[in-house]
């Protein structure tokens, strides 16, 4: 009997290939990438067409081997990562170590047992009709790949070298999320220029022949749009028009279709997911990755629900179309189908040759599984369900009423209109309607009407020529007149919906990429959310302005978006991939060079304050630290040294503020004074102390929200006698568990290990890591 060895990424989606598949094949995992460029240095051999040098990834020696072994004992080896580029590289990669041929990429995957399977979805048809007609690795995919890696290591490996020199330590630059910073950054200055401006409304209660009242809002003035700049413009108004009959001009009624929007591709699943789930773009791929490998549910076992989540293309085939036609034939009825499949067409800069993201099977109905999934897993499948069905459902009709009717006997010729609204047919909308971002509507007043226009509200028969009065109701200063005071608003901080859909507009960036984006740059504290919006740090904007005068190149969005062309072109074959890198590395090796000369934060000397140190009476100094700036006393290096330290803020005027340190109160009590213990901030961070200190002096370090793997006690920050920071059980030195990572209180979403680690390297900064050696999980 033959033997076959099938080769995924994740030990989730094997579990759910084997259930499939007979005793013929053997399924094994790699846990994601098994060679990577070397954590060291930068392995990229500028000098010789960018070569990158990759070695295998620590702790994925083993899996290599075991690889490698089952590979020798098969008759056929199908590798089957995910289909896109990082699938292709983790292929392409194994591949070379079963081929031996590690330095000869022609020869790659040619081995005539060695192929390459697609598994768009894992359902047992799906898999059994990839292996019937499996290829090779597609080696333009890879160059895509090994494009994109190589130059985020450039940037990564020399952009954060300058930055270390001329900001701080530790900060990190990336070709995309430094232009995401400065999205964030330019949105925060131009609402800080925005002033506001003042305008009225006024709305007008009236009644015809027929009930009920209606409200009608003034749309022009002698033909001009209404603009009502003051509260004295709109009393002139309201006084001229009060008392007065209105007559209706005109009576204008259309039929109006609402189309069903597409079925998700995965820019749009992270948007949507952001407005109506509030889950963020992390959270959105994590579930949907898991969803697409497989998840329990009862007898059925490990059960693909959806289709690969990572695509640009709102294609679907025609097996499933026709399934999701009988569904909402059988559920709605006929009317509510289309006479034909609905078909969407793929935008020009799709890179991904896949399906939109849908169920695997549109039968099986998101409360038919609920009681399998926990609630996020529900939610987002619910999501995604109701969208794809939807797509295939007919539009929804709407029947538009606009009504304009004007005072008699006014001195000017006033204009108002009343927008109604009736659902004629639901169609698609009794499923699914797309969510909006409110806060981009309410900042245009021109989209009001198109908003009430889309609003349902029915208005009373009425007729050109019909007279109509005006109706007191509560609250309106002359009886049927409303005049409402309102202000233009500022353009709106990014969320994670808004800033996904300015990236894609601009081409900054590839959908695959916009969770790790949104994500990186909150993580190395460049910006951070304030009420669900994204806000730069002082951190963030620091960097930014560096980064914005050393390198107006490689931080133009227009420049940024050429680039992401190109590399298109790589993974379409139409241009090399050194060349792509190249023309990338040119202007940003002569940026590199002039930005060494530029002034940072560390070249610039502060003058002393006029604020004298509580301690020892010198004027105080600011400082620069990975806080951003600070206080702190010259004599720090004075023998003694003063250590005083002052977090300030600086006013409008340029006067500096001292920002008390407030102690934040905590539910514990002291174990040797008993009174109550709170949270101090030191010269390395916070801590919790008694807040009888100096009488007693008790501290302790506060948790980081992760169990000891080994007695279950509270994983905290300590100090070394050398002053080095590690992190161990709070029962340290008796539970010996310690380590040099920060652990980070979340599961690793790959191999599902309790919690992740932060990594700090030169080349990178900080990242945040698997802790298990045998998986490659990064953020």
């Known amino acids: ?87 292709e590289a983790i292929a392409w990669h194994i591949a070379q170590e079963i081929d031996g041929k590690s330095f000869d990429r022609k020869a790659v995957g040619k081995n005539r047992k060695v192929f390459r399977v697609l598994f768009n979805e894992i359902t047992e048809s799906a898999i059994k009709r990839a292996l019937q007609s499996p290829g090779q690795v597609d080696m333009k995919l890879v160059n895509a790949q090994q494009a994109r890696r190589v130059l985020d290591r450039i940037v990564g490996y020399q952009g954060s070298q300058l930055l270390w020199k001329k900001v701080r330590r530790g900060l990190s630059m990336g070709r995309v999320q430094s232009v995401a910073v400065k999205l964030i950054c330019d949105r925060e200055r131009e609402r800080e220029a925005f002033r506001s401006e003042e305008y009225w409304s006024i709305t007008a209660t009236l009644a015809g022949k027929n009930p009920p009242p209606f409200e009608a809002k003034l749309h022009s003035i002698n033909g001009q749009d209404a603009e009502i700049p003051s509260g004295t413009e709109a009393e002139r108004i309201v006084a001229a028009v009060g008392g007065k009959d209105f007559i209706v001009r005109s009576v204008e009624r259309k039929e109006k279709k ?72 059988e559920r709605f009825g006929a009317e509510y189908l289309p006479q034909t499949p609905n078909v969407y067409k793929t935008q020009k800069a799709a890179q991904e040759a896949h399906e939109a993201i849908r169920p695997t099977s549109a039968r099986r109905d998101p409360d038919s599984i609920k009681r399998f999934l926990e609630r996020d897993h529900y939610q987002l499948y619910k999501l995604i369900w109701n969208r794809f069905i939807a797509s295939q459902m007919a539009p929804a009709v709407l029947e538009v009423t606009r009504v304009d009717c004007s005072p008699e006997q006014t001195p000017d010729t006033y204009v108002f209109r009343a927008n109604g609204t009736v659902v004629k047919f639901a169609g698609h909308t009794a499923v699914y309607q797309e969510g909006r971002d409110a806060e981009a509507i309410a900042q245009n007043r021109k989209t009001d009407q198109e908003v009430e226009e889309e609003t349902e509200r029915q208005l009373p028969a009425l007729t050109e020529g019909e007279r109509l009065r005006l109706v007191a109701q509560e609250g309106q200063p002359v009886a049927g007149l409303l005049p409402k005071q309102h202000f233009t608003q500022p353009p709106p901080r990014y969320n994670e919906a808004l800033l996904i859909r300015e990236l894609e507009e601009k081409g900054i960036g590839r959908p695959s990429t916009y969770a790790s984006i949104t994500s990186t740059i909150q993580d190395r504290k460049y910006v951070e959310k304030k009420e669900g919006r994204f806000v730069p740090t002082e951190t963030g904007i620091v960097v930014n302005d560096f980064l914005v005068k050393g390198f107006p190149d490689i931080l133009n969005v227009d420049f940024t978006s050429l680039m992401e062309k190109e590399l298109d072109e790589v993974e379409e074959g139409e241009k090399p991939w050194v060349t792509a890198v190249r023309d990338f590395y040119v202007p940003f090796r002569k940026d590199i060079e002039k930005a060494k000369d530029l002034p940072g934060p560390k070249d610039t000397v502060e003058p002393p304050t006029n604020i004298p140190c509580e301690l020892c009476g010198r004027m105080m100094e600011i400082k620069w630290g990975r806080n951003g700036k600070f206080l702190a006393c010259p004599g720090y290096k004075e023998d003694p040294p003063c250590k005083n330290t002052q977090n300030f803020e600086k006013l409008p005027d340029g006067t500096i503020k001292i920002v008390a340190k407030e102690d934040a109160s905590t539910d514990e009590k002291c174990e040797k004074c008993g009174s109550p213990m709170v949270i101090k901030t030191g010269r390395f961070g916070k801590f919790i102390a008694c807040s009888a200190y100096p009488t007693c002096k008790t501290t302790k370090p506060i948790p980081l929200g992760v169990k000891c793997p080994q007695d279950g006690g509270e994983l905290t920050q300590k100090r070394s006698k050398k002053g080095r920071t590690f992190y161990a059980c709070a029962n340290y030195p008796k539970c010996e568990f310690a380590l040099w990572d920060r652990p980070v209180a979340r599961p690793c979403p790959q191999c599902h290990a309790p919690f992740l680690v932060e990594k700090y390297s030169k080349q990178t900064g900080t990242s945040v890591v698997c802790r298990n050696s045998e998986c490659d999980y990064k953020e």
Not at 13 to 20: E, F
Not at 57 to 63: E, M
Not at 263 to 281: C, G, M, V
């Open 258 to 329: 609402r189309n069903p929007v597409a079925p998700f591709i995965t820019s749009r699943l992270q948007q949507e997911a952001a407005r109506k789930l509030h889950f963020s773009p992390k959270k959105t791929m994590t579930l949907a990755q898991q969803l697409y490998e497989g998840m329990e549910i009862g007898k059925e076992g490990p059960v693909g629900l959806i289709t690969y989540m990572r695509t640009d293309s709102p294609r679907i085939g025609k097996e499933a179309a026709e399934e999701a036609r009988q569904v909402v034939s």
């Open 1 to 87: 009997m033959s033997k076959s060895l099938i080769i995924v990424e994740s030990p989730a989606k094997a579990r759910t290939i084997t259930k499939y598949l007979g005793r013929g094949y053997t399924v094994m995992a790699s846990v994601g990438h098994v060679k990577d460029l070397p954590t060291s240095k930068l392995g990229v051999d500028i000098e010789h067409d960018f070569t990158p040098q990759y070695v295998i990834i620590k702790g994925k020696a083993q899996v290599l081997a075991e690889i490698k072994k089952k590979a020798k004992e098969a008759d056929k080896v199908y590798l089957a990562p995910d289909p896109d580029r990082e699938g």
